[in-house]
């Protein structure tokens, strides 16, 4: 147990959650709620109707706070030596209900940035029916105590003998992908991205023939009526969706994989008249080795010859050799498209081999893929093609 102050603000703005016990009629209470720290002050989110906003109506209510982060299960030869490395925090006192409405709006502003940074200033406020609604307590920390256990397995001596495994399973809390409410048009705001590397962002590109922009849910209907033909879809690893729903799916698996690092994906939008023609991607991205596939391309029939493409892949190649740093760009095609094969050719690109068996078609098959790349020696000499045959177009 120790009384570090900067340990129990640190587990306290880490942790989202905790739990306060509280006595009603002398029974206790114990609830689970958020809470956010400023300065020396915990300030609890309760409703005025729930037990512990009445409880603390008149001088406020005694309660005991605490905070648990689990770090890690500890396994040892003997049971008796099973542990938890944790930190903890145990906060003691009496919180009061905070009745000033400047207070009250700032404690709950403090409580939504600490959910995400910036949110604040991209939500709407409460109103004065809201704040009527909501309790607020404040517990000062004054009578606080800190728990934690870090390192490996104490098991005795006479036990280390013992055939059985030992040691320490790290545990950690882990942010899923944004899954948008229906209705929500536009992309995760970027605070719930911050610290991504540029590698793995699709930042706008803008071109004469074609505009990339991040995937975002307001694109699906424009991405299903420039992709309703199954020929542009014929040697791809995905069926053709046949509905709104199937294309909403279809951009929500792009957006996970997105946040699992897995690919980043842009719309190509025409930009005279801002339709959407179509999306291509990054994917197998890997900047210690400075290598990114390019790929997951499908682009509407209606803009095929017209310079889209050729001007999207050359958007995508300046922001991997140029901006990025890369060594390496590669495609994979589908040994059987010969229009695609044919197409990445002319950007330059030379034909490395045949991964046999690379990926599942949707009909259960085995693809074979065609494997073409460009390095960064290769790419002056290939941008300055690429921008003469846009020239020309």
């Known amino acids: 147990m120790r009384y570090d102050r900067a340990a129990a603000h640190a587990i306290l703005d880490e942790a989202y959650d905790c739990a306060v016990a509280f006595v009603v009629d002398g029974e206790p209470r114990v609830l689970p709620t958020l809470h956010v720290r400023v300065g020396d002050t915990v300030y609890l989110h309760g409703s005025t109707g729930g037990r512990l906003g009445l409880a603390a109506r008149d001088s406020g209510v005694p309660v005991c706070l605490s905070v648990t982060l689990l770090d890690g299960l500890v396994l040892a030869r003997s049971q008796f030596h099973h542990s938890a490395n944790y930190r903890s925090v145990v906060a003691m006192g009496t919180a009061r209900l905070v009745t000033d409405a400047t207070e009250q709006a700032a404690a709950m502003a403090a409580l939504v940035e600490k959910v995400a940074p910036g949110r604040v200033a991209d939500s709407r406020p409460a109103t ?15 009578e606080v105590s800190v728990r934690a256990r870090a390192g490996g397995v104490m098991d005795d ?3 280390l003998a013992l055939p059985h495994w030992a040691g320490v399973l790290p545990l950690q809390r ?19 991205v911050a610290g991504r590397s540029p590698w793995h962002t699709a930042a706008t590109m803008r071109g004469k023939h074609v505009i990339l922009e991040p ?20 040697f791809l690893p995905s069926l053709p969706p046949r509905d709104h729903a199937d294309m909403a799916a279809h951009v929500a698996t792009a957006a996970r994989q997105q946040w699992l690092g897995e690919r980043v994906t842009w719309v190509q939008i025409n930009p005279e008249t801002g339709e959407v023609m179509g999306m291509t991607s990054y994917h197998d991205i890997d900047p210690e080795k400075g290598a990114v596939g390019i790929g997951h391309t499908i682009l509407g029939k209606r803009w ?17 050799f140029d901006v990025l740093g890369a060594e390496r760009v590669f495609w994979y095609t589908d040994v059987r498209n010969e229009r ?15 991964v046999r068996r690379h990926r599942l078609r949707p009909d259960g098959t085995w693809r074979d893929s065609v494997l073409f790349a460009m390095t960064a020696d290769e790419w002056p000499d290939a941008a300055a093609r690429l921008r003469a045959m846009l020239a020309a177009h």
């Open 174 to 192: 882990i942010m899923g992908p944004p899954e948008p409410d229906a209705g929500v048009g536009a992309p995760a705001p970027d605070y719930l």
């Open 340 to 354: 695609s094969q044919r197409a990445i050719a002319r950007l330059g690109a030379s034909r490395d081999g045949v």
């Open 304 to 320: 095929w010859r017209t310079g889209v493409n050729t001007e999207a892949k050359l958007l995508l190649l300046e922001r991997a």
């Open 215 to 234: 995937l975002a849910p307001s694109h699906v209907d424009g991405l299903f009526a420039a992709l309703d033909d199954d020929e542009v879809w014929r």
């Open 157 to 159: 001596p006479a036990d």
């Open 128 to 142: 004065r029916r809201e704040l009527a609604q909501t309790a607020v307590l404040a517990l000062p920390l004054q």
